[in-house]
């Protein structure tokens, strides 16, 4: 395509800039492209020599950390699950059906969990789940996180179902089905890249949540990553930093592995749902 | 009977030896012994004031594992919140008779001890020196052999020399919030020690304005910003321990003040900071008073021991069970046992330690010299403001002297003024 | 099939009224056509027949039952929305069979049934597509073939042919047409294009502001406007209104206004009340009744030319008599007229309309 | 609240026909309410309660915490030592200056411009500024932590590298700009969010929008300005709200600086953390709690009456 | 004011040729239609000449100078968009002055100036509302406004006045119809509405598939289609189109369909020549030149009734010949016919047109 000059040197200087900005983001990164990789704990930015697969081993040797990851997963997955059931139910009874007092509901709720996810709210939490004698299981957790979770995910899902047009449930239901049958046939569906934002969010929160697994489980084989990942420090109490490393990038694959394939398969977006 | 021990160890990871020692060794020995009681070992990955909450949670509720892993210095705020029941009350004669007593000097008891009160087993202690590398002193022209240090003096001239010498770092003493009790215990106290004072006085009271302080004080300003004998930057950053492990390992510090850990695995071999040819080029020197004579006790030279234990649930269903275990672990044949993971100074006295000249010569040494911290359950956020005040001095902010009467409100809104004394 | 009775009803959003006291009947087998302008409560009215909209006040029955308290699913009610509202995660064949589906047919026979109705609407060979892959025109027929696929009591068409271009409008008109003589299908049918509702309805609803303003056959509204906003809101293009003065003389009525006298027209009762109640008269003609004329006739209408546009066989002539008091003629000439020259336009007495100071219109002499 | 159609139509419906019934609407609501009730609503009233006594996790006050009124907060507010480092004063205008920084003019406004340039780039560009901004929001923190410590080390970080190898002067910033350090850190670790959601909210903007104002003559700037910024603003609003109470509320910093050096970076997260699990004083951790819940709403209000107009509660 | 050229212009969106290869000029101040089906490719000529789509192949030069290189904000052109896009935010004042200020004019010559035009478009006392506030046809209103506020080149517009109801619709066609020839300004304008076409175009480009079938002026593609697609698509209702068997008889051409014979046309040598070309001939009658007649009359077709249509003054009659061919006949009366009945319609011939095997015109004799 032609382009007058000054023309042709704006969208260079956007497109520059934009990939400037991708190349800061990527930078801090970088490390772990070869610290895992290095034998000799380099807080710098070296390149291996030799490279040596050595501190993988060393970290799949860690039967604990191990454990952990698949603890993080079960944790994550459970409370996915439950965040994006949950908020999706409740954020489209809030957006539409009309039960009284439902528009400020998000709001006051969104602020509620502002305290609640700080440490003070940590002991209640820890005297309700250890009266419920659910101390030291995934469970535990994963209704913890689901419940400290659904606040945000009701703020972000309802916004995105309010963008949607009535008249798709309305017809459904015009056509004959019933409330619950539109709601799984027709509504589901449309709010789907909405959902995926929440599950997205949400497993990302709770795989890097070091506070409430460690509050409320005890055993080792419930511990999930974040934890594990301090039994990389010496006794000393000081970073081992090159199995940190190794560790790190193993821990980290998961979400962005999550990442990727939802936003291959089902977008992510935050507003209007499938493109109509 | 099914039991729970939970220890800040992990295979593989954090204090490893640990780990392996009480699931090897202790576990197996003890499950043939008793087979109607059934041990199960948590590896907790945490950090040492993460299992101290979670310990605070679960005692509180009646819940968490039936022997755990502890710090001494946390007896007393445990004890005072009712959140630990001392032995004596818990297990009774069992506890009294136990033959390992004649073999726990009382100074080890006592780190596991409130108001005269014993609350749990301690499995060894710690003692704290000036490492040294041998290879730079004489590079300086000081003979490493032969040399001791008998005075702060000493010490600063050895420094000086260093730094003439191109070693950019001379001295290492711990300072600054980022490091937590590292800094009290390895920086502040080995050399407030030297002056003759300590945290607190003999009535247990907190001396918040001293000379002694500000020797210290000035001591840290000598260091760190007059002479810039220290690196001061490592002792504000948040990793700023491993940095001065790494300035050690690099030949950058040729003097450090530590503990025993540091020779038995920070700079051993295959470890992160491995000091190549340690036995060469690495040996140790007592930590010297401001003066000879002029030390806690009138001593020459200083240190200082933690210690950690195992404890008992106040809650456990089987108390009586959890003392025989944690008596088998702390008899001598299993204490023993484990030399053989990690050599280390126990708290047996009749458990050798193992062919380590280095373990051996410290705690010969160092033992006979070595005191404790308070037994306070305030000690813990007075720690806290300890770092807090050597952080202001060596960041250049304030003066020994502002520093100071900061320290001194702080720890008088912390404890009260009636528990206060200014020197 | 079902009748549909609308009693009395109101509905209210917040302050404001969208449909105020409305009654009608719609006959079983009839094809209503709501016709009015944007915002006048055509939507809202059907949608409470749908159960979308629950109504403030009155009485709503489908096939004589009073319907306020079911739901929308069990009024057996079709209903195409103006949006189209189609899935947009199923294909056409999933989104034409849907209401098949919710009635528990089987997967084959549903699609099956939903193959026939678009092949009727010529959308048969774009069942697998989604709806974002076909034009707009198609997706209304989609729209269309979902009400149709099953049998309703009642169908509601909210303006379903509004996006189609006048071709395939035409089309779909033809169709719709003869499926209601073939089925019989009771329909309300909302629009604001009144071909199409000329065209379709056995009877039109002309609303306006949330009332029915009259409710009538499509010849009746054509040829006797109950008032001025139907007269000109029916036709296309409207009836010329003309506000005139009055006189009576010699038992005849005169009309005088701005380029125009007409005499001699017959005195009524009603025009008497009419005047008597003050506030003017005005004179409609349907611009089909006009013709050019000689400047000097009787019963015209003089003022310069302001349009000409020819329309194939036919032509729209506007004289402007200043202050956008327009008038137009259609007429099936292309004679030239230069714009400015002053036209002529001419008509017969027995095709003007009256209308009263209040708009209502003044029945003619024998009706 | 936020997503009224961009379309001009006049309609704003109320029904009191539901899509849902009331009844199935509670029914839908039950999982979440219950949630939330148990693990959102019980703990905020008992923060709220505690932050009213002296509670401590150890101590004499673990097991019977008195009721001291405001002395919680009057200690928090105690003149004599509020401003000091280290005290909940500092803490207090360290957060507000960050969450101003960081939140405001960092993720928003940078969120704002990646958005807006990258529906002008090349795909290529445009996928992969997405992938690594986006990286930075999902990688775990701790993992974030000392991707950045490596970053920033002034011996060999990977930044220093980069500034020695264009001929600038290396800086040790952790220690002379710790506070810009936590900044810079955190508009990194969370512009992808508001880049993610106005980059939706642009591109629910009808296209014929921007072209009609190409045709008038509009530079990109102007449309920008005229047409992207004013019509998003709903979207303004949800996205302030959420990144304030995030940034108020977020800890990643402390894994970079440790609140320090000398306090420097202790957010008021991070002093509610000492003070709540290091001093175990939780009465004093809940009255820190209470007060940033009531700034968070402070912040929340004011937003929602700079976009009121647009954000009319949709009822 | 400016002339516009397409040379060879082709746009392709991947595999598919939206615009193959068009070539036309625009006269300075001429006023042309682009007019066909939906996709046949006019919002893309459109755009091409906006700057908003680049041409794949081919030049388009405004005012003699090619524009090939420059942005659309550098073009000086004025554009109506089919969906209006008026910024919500913004209250008409602002929406109509918002080129002049990207122009930088002040801000109250621009409003003003915004002023002067929607007052001419009726739209002057809304100044102050949001276009949420206003209705349909004032939005319409507003968005001709934007582009007549400013002095442009070429003004396009897309479907501008699609979204009307018909009143609205005829004025806003008088008002257009009166500012190109007070103007004289050069216009590009696309319609799928042939009404509209005829009414305002100097010139009609007919479009299909990408292609320009005609460009001629409105009146000479009524009368002289220049294929079936034209005949078909222009008219309304259309062109009735029926496949004929052509005998030629004692000079005479003779056509024979179903219900159908027609003796006696004229034979021309252009006739002669499609004949022997093969391919059978199609013959085209508009509806409005049909009537009803005496079953026996000469020159009609025959069929039972399908569909009678009244729509005010007059009626469409159609009649069904069997699969789907259908004859509409466009009538001034409302004679009560039965569905089913059969009717039979007559015509000029006259009034006849004829095509040959491809679907071209035959011209007829003396054109
Ligand atoms: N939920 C609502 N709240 C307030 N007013 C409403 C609501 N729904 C409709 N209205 C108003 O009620 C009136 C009637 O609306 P309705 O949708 O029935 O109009 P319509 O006749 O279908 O118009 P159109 O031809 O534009 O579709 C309009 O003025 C509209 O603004
Ligand atoms: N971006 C695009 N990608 C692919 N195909 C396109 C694109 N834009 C238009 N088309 C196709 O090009 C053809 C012409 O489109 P165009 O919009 O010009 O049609 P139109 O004549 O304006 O139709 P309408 O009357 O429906 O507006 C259509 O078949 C359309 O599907
Ligand atoms: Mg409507
Ligand atoms: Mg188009």
Known sequence: M???????????????????????????????????????????????????????????????????????????????????????????????????????????????????????????????????????????????????????????????????????????????????????????????????????????????????????????????????????????????????????????????????????KFGFRFFGGIKA | VDLDITCRCVIGGVNSATAEWIEESVIPAFE??????????????????????????????????????????LIPSFAEGGLLKSLDELIGEDYANW????????????????????????????????????????????????????????????????KEAGVEFPLQLNAGVAMGEATTMQGYWMALLGTGE?????????????????????????????????????????????RSFANFRDGKTAMLVEGDWFYRSVTAPGAEFEVADRDEVMSWKKMPAQEPGAGWNGQDFVSISGGTGYVINPNTEHPQEAWKFLSFMMSQEQMTAFQDYQPGIRSRSDVPIPDSPFLTETSQALLPLTTARPNDANYNAVSQEIQRMTEAVVSGELSPEEAMAQYKAAVVSIVGEENTVSL | MASVEFENVTKRFGDFTAVGDVSFDIGDGEFVCLLGPSGCGKTTSLRMIAGLETPTAGKIRIGGEEVGHLHPKDRNIAMVFQDYALYPHMNLADNIAYPLKVRGEALEKRHARAREVADVLKIGHLMDRLPSQISGGQQQRTSLARALVYPAKVYLFDEPLSNLDAKLRLEARGFLNHLQRDMGMTAVYVTHDQAEAMALATRIAVMDHGSIVQYASPIEIYRRPATTFVANFVGNPPMNLVAVEAMQAEGKLQLRAKGLAIEGLPMTEAIAAALAAGGGLTLGVRPEHLAVVAPDAANAITAPLFANENMGPESLVTIDRGESARVTARIFTDDHLELGERVTLGFAPGHVHLFDGKGLRIPAAGE | MTTEPLATSPKRRVRNFALLSNRAGATFLTPAGLLVSIFVIVPFF??????????????????????????????????????????????????????????????????????????????????????????????????????????????????????????????????????????????????????????????????????AADVAGASSWQKFRDIGLPLIRGHIVTDLILITMWTFNTFTPFLLTNGGPSYRTELVSIY????????????????????????????????????????????
């Open chain 1, 2 to 264: 032609k382009l007058t000059f000054p023309a042709l040197f704006g969208r260079i200087a956007f497109s520059a800039l934009a990939a400037l900005i991708g190349i800061a983001f990527a930078l801090p990164l970088l490390w772990f492209v070869f610290a895992p990789f290095n034998a000799r704990a380099e807080l710098g930015l070296a390149v291996p020599d030799p490279w040596t697969l050595g501190n993988f081993m060393t970290v799949f040797g860690n039967s604990f950390a191990m454990q952990a990851l698949w603890n993080s997963f079960i944790q994550a997955a459970g409370g996915v699950i439950l965040v994006g059931a949950a908020a999706t139910l409740a954020a489209y009874a809030l957006s539409r059906s009309s039960i009284p007092g439902k528009g400020a509901v998000t709001y006051i709720l969104l602020l509620f969990s502002s305290v609640v996810s700080g440490s003070a709210a940590m002991v209640p939490i820890f005297l309700i789940i250890s009266s419920a004698g659910l101390m030291d299981t995934h469970i535990a957790v994963i209704l913890t996180f689901a419940g400290g979770l659904l606040p945000t995910a009701m703020f972000i899902l309802r916004d995105f179902i309010d963008g949607i047009p009535k008249s798709y449930e309305e017809s459904a239901m015009v056509a004959g089905a019933s409330p619950v049958q539109a709601f799984f046939d027709v509504a589901l569906p449309v709010i789907r890249p909405g959902i995926v934002v929440i599950v997205v969010w949400s497993f990302v929160n709770i795989w890097g949540s070091f506070l409430i697994p460690f509050i409320l489980l005890r055993s080792s084989q419930n511990m999930p990553a974040s934890v594990a990942i301090y039994s990389f420090y010496s006794e000393a109490g000081t970073p081992v930093v090159t199995l940190l490393a190794a560790y790190a990038l193993i821990y980290s694959l998961p979400v962005v592995a999550l990442y990727l394939f939802v936003s291959w």
């Open chain 2, 32 to 73: 043939a012994a008793n087979p109607d009681i059934n041990v199960t070992l948590n590896q907790f990955g945490g950090e040492d004031a993460q299992l101290t909450q979670q310990l605070a949670l679960d005692f509180s509720t009646g819940a968490g594992p039936d022997i755990s892993g502890f710090d001494g210095f």
């Open chain 2, 99 to 162: 033959e390992g007593w004649d073999h726990i000097s009382p100074g080890i008891r006592s780190i596991l001890s409130y108001e005269g009160e014993t609350y749990g087993v301690g499995l060894g202690t710690d003692v704290r020196m000036v490492f040294v590398r041998s290879d730079l002193l004489d590079e300086a022209g000081i003979d490493a052999d032969g040399w001791q240090p008998s005075s702060w003096t000493d010490l600063l001239d050895a420094a000086r020399k260093l």
């Open chain 2, 198 to 242: 300590a945290v607190t006085d003999a009535d247990g009271k907190y001396i918040v304005s001293s000379p002694g302080i500000l020797d210290t004080l000035e001591l840290y300003k000598t260091i760190y910003v007059d002479e810039a004998l220290g690196d001061q930057r490592a002792q504000m950053l948040a990793d700023g321990r491993n």
């Open chain 4, 46 to 211: 008992w923060v709220i309660f505690v932050s009213f006594t002296n509670r401590t996790l150890l101590g004499r006050t673990a097991l019977n915490p008195e009721f001291v009124g405001l002395a919680n907060y009057l200690s928090l507010f105690d003149p004599a030592t509020f401003f000091q480092r280290g005290q909940f004063g500092f803490s207090l205008i360290l957060t507000t200056q960050f969450v101003l920084a960081s939140a405001l003019v960092g993720q928003a406004l940078l969120g704002l411009l990646l958005a807006w340039l990258i529906q002008t780039v090349p795909p290529w560009i445009k996928r992969i500024t997405e992938t690594f901004v986006i990286a930075a929001w999902i990688l775990p923190e701790v993992v974030i932590g000392f991707a950045w410590f490596a970053f920033l080390d002034r011996d060999a970080g990977t930044l220093n590298m980069l500034l020695t190898s264009i001929g600038l002067p290396e800086g040790d910033f952790l220690l002379q700009q710790p506070f810009w350090v936590i900044v810079v850190f955190n508009t990194w670790r969370g512009a992808a969010f508001s880049m993610m959601l106005f980059n939706s909210a642009f591109s629910s903007i009808p296209p014929s929008y921007f072209q």
């Open chain 4, 272 to 315: 509610n953390y000492r003070v709540a699990f290091q001093d175990f004083q939780f009465g004093k951790g809940a009255a820190v709690a209470v007060i940033m819940m009531l700034i968070n709403l402070a912040f929340a209000l004011v937003y929602l009456s700079i976009g009121r107009k647009k954000t009319a509660p949709r009822t």
